[in-house]
């Protein structure tokens, strides 16, 4: 065990309390810090339902593309805490390394002194001291949950606050619609800084844009209304009022990284860097890598496993629109490249699993579905094979992801299948373990 997991340890066992949504501990603990949030670079602050991780994945790597050097705060971890905290340096950011995040948390815990506080409150903390007391040039800021009483919200002038595509999830701390929760997100507006809110349904994109104006936000871009983004002769082509941008396909993989790409390069334009050199945003397009999401493994021990000529896809993707847009991938990729759909699949039990994986009815031929060892609430990998077979899906149990894809393996198939790990982060972060390819 290295140091900062004795401590994130010794932290969680403190309040083991996951989500608790307030202000006032964080607030309290960042003075008695000497009130490093407000002795940050320009922030941009981003929040959503789905997409976030992808939305910052794409500034970071146009940013960086353009020279600057980038701190990062993202959530959850898929193997290892210091994925949370991405220190930016010249030449590209790498992971918080561990003495540091141990001793930013000490720190964090010998300040707040035994009072009441969350665990992501505290590495929310550490987050800010850190990026206050090292030098960088941006610093892009994840929402974990809502927007509103998160923990991050605590930054009082962001360069810019950006919402990524809302929908269902968390409704039990959120709200039980969609408007709710898109009333929650644009908390995260600011008076006199720009808001930008991504391409997606009229319902949140109404409650965003009338929360930004009634907030007082120095300008509001909406996406298909004030900049839009397409695909066009194999290149992505975003427009706005300032111009075109004519650039390569991203990395990213599936047709909703185009809006992800172009939600961020709207952002980055609201908060002052369009002016950045064209070959950044290209070089962006092409470099910006956010683990399993779409993630094609080709090699490492689960991917051995496979078949000859086989594919095998991980995402994170746990709610019923992650799930749409995941279907959609897959689908886009059957027409381009047809093969037989097999999906592995693990949930939690908070998460709506016959809405998640019904948008693969008709497109999977069948479900393993399987446990997610260590996460809270992990859903029984029956459960998950009845909830799948509840949405016209065919579905068996295996007892873990290997067990799954040697019994793939070991059937006859008429072509080599494409093969679908997906359902939880908690399950991605498993696999890139087991795999040998954990995220750099």
């Keep these: 065990m290295s140091s900062s997991d004795a401590v994130i340890a010794r932290i969680m066992a403190l309040r083991p309390k996951l989500i608790d949504l307030s202000l006032g501990r964080i607030l309290r603990l960042l003075e008695k810090l000497g009130d490093p949030h407000l002795r940050l670079p320009p922030l941009i602050h981003v929040a959503g339902t789905n997409g976030k991780g992808s939305t910052i994945a794409f500034m970071r790597a146009i940013l960086e593309a353009g020279g600057l050097s980038v701190h990062v705060d993202t959530s959850p971890h898929l193997v290892r805490f210091n994925e949370r905290i991405r220190m930016g340096r010249p030449g590209g950011g790498q992971f918080v390394e561990d003495a540091l995040l141990a001793e930013a948390l000490e720190r964090c815990e010998a300040a707040n002194g035994g009072d009441p506080i969350t665990f992501w409150e505290m590495m929310t903390a550490a987050a800010f001291l850190l990026f206050s007391e090292h030098p960088a040039d941006v610093v892009l800021l994840e929402v974990g949950l809502g927007g509103r009483f998160d923990a991050s919200n605590v930054v009082p002038h962001p360069a810019c606050a950006v919402v990524t595509p809302v929908s269902m999830d968390h409704a039990e701390f959120l709200g039980d619609t969609v408007t709710k929760i898109a009333g929650e997100?644009?908390?995260?507006?600011?008076?006199?800084?720009?808001?930008?809110?991504?391409?997606?349904?009229?319902?949140?994109?109404?409650?965003?844009?009338?929360?930004?104006?009634?907030?007082?936000?120095?300008?509001?871009?909406?996406?298909?209304?004030?900049?839009?983004?397409?695909?066009?002769?194999?290149?992505?082509?975003?427009?706005?009022?300032?111009?075109?941008?004519?650039?390569?396909?991203?990395?990213?993989?599936?047709?909703?990284?185009?809006?992800?790409?172009?939600?961020?390069?709207?952002?980055?334009?609201?908060?002052?860097?369009?002016?950045?050199?064209?070959?950044?945003?290209?070089?962006?397009?092409?470099?910006?890598?956010?683990?399993?999401?779409?993630?094609?493994?080709?090699?490492?021990?689960?991917?051995?496993?496979?078949?000859?000529?086989?594919?095998?896809?991980?995402?994170?993707?746990?709610?019923?629109?992650?799930?749409?847009?995941?279907?959609?991938?897959?689908?886009?990729?059957?027409?381009?490249?047809?093969?037989?759909?097999?999906?592995?699949?693990?949930?939690?039990?908070?998460?709506?699993?016959?809405?998640?994986l019904g948008h693969f009815k008709g497109l999977a031929q069948t479900l393993h579905a399987v446990p997610i060892e260590n996460a809270p609430a992990a859903r029984p990998a029956e459960e998950v094979a009845q909830a799948a077979r509840d949405a016209g899906l065919t579905a068996e149990v295996s007892g873990s992801v290997e067990q799954a894809l040697r019994t793939i393996a070991a059937r006859v198939w008429p072509a080599p299948p494409r093969i679908l790990i997906c359902g939880s982060l908690y399950l991605a972060g498993e696999v890139l373990s087991a795999n040998g390819t954990p995220p750099v």
Excluded at 271 to 292: H, I, Q, S, T, V
Excluded at 330 to 335: I, R
């Design 185 to 356: 997100k644009a908390g995260i507006f600011k008076r006199g800084a720009p808001a930008v809110i991504a391409p997606q349904e009229p319902e949140p994109t109404a409650v965003l844009e009338a929360a930004a104006e009634r907030i007082g936000a120095s300008k509001i871009l909406v996406g298909l209304q004030d900049f839009n983004v397409h695909e066009a002769g194999g290149r992505l082509v975003y427009e706005d009022q300032d111009g075109l941008l004519d650039l390569p396909l991203p990395r990213l993989s599936g047709r909703h990284q185009h809006i992800n790409a172009g939600t961020a390069i709207a952002a980055l334009r609201a908060a002052g860097y369009g002016r950045l050199p064209a070959k950044a945003f290209e070089d962006g397009m092409l470099n910006a890598d956010w683990p399993a999401r779409l993630q094609r493994l080709s090699r490492g021990r689960l991917a051995d496993l496979l078949p000859e000529g086989a594919e095998l896809w991980l995402d994170g993707g746990h709610n019923p629109d992650g799930g749409r847009v995941l279907a959609q991938a897959m689908a886009d990729l059957a027409d381009r490249n047809p093969a037989p759909l097999v999906m592995i699949a693990g949930l939690l039990s908070t998460k709506d699993a016959s809405g998640t």
